[in-house]
């Protein structure tokens, strides 16, 4: 039997028709994905690389011969890379303004160290070896997973020289993959230097983040006669802190919804919705604390019309990016609000508050209120079910329109590129996207496939672009390369990590974020995300990235500059 044709699927070739190299491709992109997710089941000692396997089993791919042509790999590797940063950029998108508040600036002047360490440690590896400042400049792009740099450094020289140096390209081949491999062992290494424990980075993570402070319920009996017969709206505003108070029992037992107009009595007892951090404040300038059971609190014989609360899930397109203050629901309904879950977080109601497709609202009022509630909100969850595309689409494309604007000629355009561009669009349409009614929700297990895809594709054609020729690059003395390259990677990364530890107190999950976005490492933050099971790695990754990937395209330019 003639078995030609499987050897032209495994191993291409340029005599093959057009279907047999796509055929080609597809099978090579699987099997190298493949292989890379089994092997990212490997344990030692409890610790994984994760999907960084898929990066070797390219070079290996590579190595044999079982890759295809450039532009389909160099397509391939950009249009993972992009899907990858956006959704990382939908995630991250609600809580990356605030984010720039709680200490922004500190993580772009940090991530700025990392950048300028990395050049000065090229610089001195470079003067004590004697090696090529041009090879250097390949070998830190590496080093640092920058391939727009290296693309900089590449274009800036054979504009300047007239001809390309491929020590370049070769030092970044070379120094790549233990420059991945390097960012996350450095990440491990810190964790038993800190002796980090998770719970405790939990612990801190509620503290530093506003928005992920859980709304929390508290029975309090009124017993400030300063405020005897003032109403709620009163309270707040003297307060000046986010509460809520969805119901009050009177000294006859009966229950009453209520809101900003109700009165409050001695004896009255209140309960109160409000962050851990605010009760201890909130809770003693009402009165005391007291022990009532959600029974208690859901109906009392006495009253004619028993409350109920439900949770009701925002569906209804028509609704996303309306606030609180729109819809009226108190005024119309005689409901309340008492709590929103966004993303698995209990976050406390306010007038102002914008509603998105995929919030859950807590609602509490009489079971005819709250069913009519329901038919304005939506609740339905096949309406969730369907993908909603559109916006990603639209995102990807204004997103390499703005990643491909000149933003400084020096004397070659410096750009965001086509990483940062849809990163830095997905983030403006994940918070502001429904002030347009653009629905930008999808479901967790959806985004995380997309972002999955998206970093298995990158890592895939990076690996299989750097197998070729990596062996010879290597025994033709390129290894030394690789000493500079963990040096350059492994020091800054190190440096910065104790100030940022020490001195500024960073959440280790924040840290590791911050670590990946120096780098502009996708694997390195996929890494973080896994370790972390939350959204702080993607979120300090994101506030550093865009000036990031500008400085980083910056330097390297700078350096072959005055290299030539």
């Given at each position: 039997?003639?078995?030609?044709?499987?050897?032209?699927?495994?191993?291409?070739?340029?005599?093959?028709?057009?279907?047999?190299?796509?055929?080609?491709?597809?099978?090579?992109?699987?099997?190298v994905?493949?292989?890379?997710?089994?092997?990212?089941?490997?344990?030692?000692k409890?610790?994984?690389?994760?999907?960084?396997?898929?990066?070797?089993?390219?070079?290996?791919?590579?190595?044999?011969?079982?890759?295809?042509?450039?532009?389909?790999?160099?397509?391939?590797?950009?249009f993972?890379?992009?899907?990858?940063?956006f959704?990382?950029?939908?995630?991250?998108?609600?809580?990356?303004?605030?984010?720039?508040?709680?200490?922004?600036?500190?993580?772009?002047?940090?991530?700025?160290?990392v950048?300028?360490?990395?050049?000065l440690t090229?610089?001195v590896?470079?003067?004590?070896?004697?090696?090529?400042?041009?090879?250097?400049?390949?070998?830190?792009?590496?080093?640092?997973?920058?391939?727009?740099?290296?693309?900089?450094?590449?274009?800036?020289?054979?504009?300047t020289?007239?001809?390309?140096?491929?020590?370049?390209?070769?030092g970044?081949?070379?120094?790549?993959?233990?420059?991945?491999?390097?960012?996350?062992?450095?990440?491990i290494?810190l964790?038993?230097?800190?002796?980090?424990?998770?719970?405790?980075?939990?612990?801190g993570l509620?503290?530093?983040?506003?928005?992920?402070?859980?709304?929390?319920?508290?029975?309090?009996?009124?017993?400030?006669?300063?405020?005897?017969?003032?109403?709620i709206?009163?309270?707040?505003e003297?307060i000046?802190?986010?509460f809520v108070?969805?119901?009050?029992?009177?000294?006859?037992?009966?229950?009453?919804?209520?809101?900003?107009?109700?009165?409050?009595?001695?004896?009255?007892?209140?309960?109160?919705?409000?962050?851990t951090?605010?009760?201890?404040?909130?809770?003693?300038?009402?009165g005391?604390p007291?022990?009532?059971?959600?029974?208690?609190?859901?109906?009392?014989?006495m009253?004619?019309?028993?409350l109920?609360s439900?949770?009701?899930?925002?569906?209804?397109?028509a609704?996303?990016?309306?606030?609180?203050?729109d819809?009226?629901?108190?005024?119309?309904?005689?409901?309340?609000?008492t709590?929103?879950?966004?993303?698995?977080?209990?976050?406390?109601p306010?007038?102002?508050?914008?509603l998105?497709v995929?919030?859950?609202?807590?609602?509490?009022?009489?079971?005819?209120?709250?069913?009519e509630?329901?038919?304005?909100?939506?609740?339905?969850?096949k309406?969730?079910?369907?993908?909603?595309i559109?916006?990603?689409?639209?995102?990807?494309?204004?997103?390499v329109?703005?990643?491909?604007?000149?933003?400084m000629?020096?004397?070659?355009?410096?750009k965001?590129?086509?990483?940062?561009?849809?990163?830095?669009?997905a983030?403006?349409?994940?918070?502001?996207?429904?002030?347009?009614?653009?629905?930008?929700?999808?479901?967790?297990?959806?985004?995380l496939?997309?972002?999955?895809?998206?970093?298995?594709?990158?890592?895939?054609?990076?690996?299989?672009?750097?197998?070729?020729?990596?062996i010879?690059?290597i025994?033709?003395?390129g290894?030394?390369?690789?000493?500079?390259?963990?040096?350059?990677?492994?020091l800054p990364?190190?440096?910065?990590?104790?100030?940022?530890?020490?001195?500024?107190?960073?959440?280790?999950?924040?840290l590791?974020?911050?670590?990946?976005?120096s780098m502009?490492?996708?694997?390195?933050?996929?890494?973080?995300?896994?370790?972390?099971?939350?959204d702080?790695?993607?979120?300090?990754?994101?506030?550093v990235?865009p000036?990031?990937?500008?400085?980083?395209?910056?330097?390297?330019?700078m350096?072959?500059?005055?290299?030539?």
């Amino acid at each position: 039997m003639n078995f030609q044709w499987f050897k032209d699927i495994v191993l291409g070739g340029e005599h093959l028709s057009s279907g047999a190299m796509i055929a080609h491709t597809v099978f090579v992109l699987a099997i190298v994905i493949a292989a890379g997710i089994a092997l990212s089941k490997i344990k030692i000692k409890g610790v994984s690389i994760g999907v960084t396997w898929i990066l070797f089993t390219g070079i290996a791919a590579g190595h044999f011969n079982m890759g295809f042509d450039a532009a389909t790999l160099h397509f391939i590797k950009e249009f993972g890379l992009i899907l990858f940063v956006f959704s990382i950029g939908l995630q991250v998108g609600p809580g990356f303004f605030s984010s720039l508040k709680r200490g922004g600036v500190t993580l772009m002047g940090l991530a700025t160290a990392v950048i300028v360490l990395g050049a000065l440690t090229t610089y001195v590896i470079h003067l004590v070896t004697g090696e090529s400042l041009t090879t250097m400049v390949g070998v830190m792009s590496g080093a640092v997973t920058n391939t727009p740099g290296l693309g900089a450094a590449q274009q800036a020289y054979a504009d300047t020289a007239g001809a390309a140096d491929e020590t370049i390209s070769l030092g970044y081949a070379v120094a790549y993959p233990l420059g991945v491999v390097g960012i996350i062992f450095t990440m491990i290494a810190l964790r038993y230097i800190f002796r980090v424990d998770y719970s405790k980075e939990n612990e801190g993570l509620a503290a530093i983040s506003h928005e992920s402070s859980p709304a929390h319920r508290y029975s309090v009996e009124f017993t400030n006669r300063m405020l005897e017969g003032r109403t709620i709206a009163y309270v707040r505003e003297l307060i000046n802190r986010q509460f809520v108070i969805s119901r009050i029992m009177h000294g006859d037992g009966s229950i009453t919804m209520a809101d900003g107009d109700s009165r409050l009595s001695s004896g009255d007892r209140l309960r109160v919705i409000c962050s851990t951090e605010d009760s201890e404040a909130i809770l003693a300038f009402f009165g005391r604390p007291i022990e009532m059971t959600a029974d208690e609190w859901g109906a009392s014989a006495m009253q004619s019309t028993p409350l109920v609360s439900r949770r009701i899930l925002i569906t209804r397109h028509a609704i996303n990016g309306k606030k609180f203050s729109d819809l009226r629901l108190r005024t119309r309904y005689g409901i309340n609000i008492t709590r929103v879950n966004r993303a698995g977080v209990d976050l406390i109601p306010y007038q102002g508050m914008e509603l998105q497709v995929g919030d859950k609202v807590m609602v509490v009022g009489p079971e005819a209120a709250v069913a009519e509630t329901e038919k304005v909100l939506g609740n339905s969850l096949k309406k969730l079910r369907e993908p909603n595309i559109m916006p990603m689409f639209v995102g990807i494309a204004l997103g390499v329109l703005l990643g491909s604007i000149p933003l400084m000629n020096i004397p070659q355009p410096v750009k965001l590129g086509l990483a940062g561009g849809p990163l830095i669009v997905a983030i403006l349409i994940g918070r502001f996207g429904p002030h347009f009614h653009m629905v930008t929700y999808t479901t967790m297990s959806a985004s995380l496939m997309l972002r999955e895809i998206g970093l298995a594709m990158f890592l895939a054609a990076v690996g299989i672009g750097a197998g070729d020729g990596f062996i010879d690059a290597i025994a033709g003395g390129g290894y030394r390369w690789i000493g500079y390259g963990v040096i350059i990677t492994v020091l800054p990364l190190l440096l910065v990590a104790f100030i940022a530890r020490l001195k500024f107190k960073m959440n280790y999950y924040t840290l590791m974020g911050l670590m990946a976005g120096s780098m502009t490492d996708p694997p390195a933050l996929g890494y973080a995300n896994h370790t972390a099971g939350n959204d702080m790695p993607a979120v300090s990754y994101a506030t550093v990235y865009p000036v990031v990937m500008f400085l980083r395209v910056l330097v390297a330019q700078m350096m072959v500059l005055f290299a030539v």
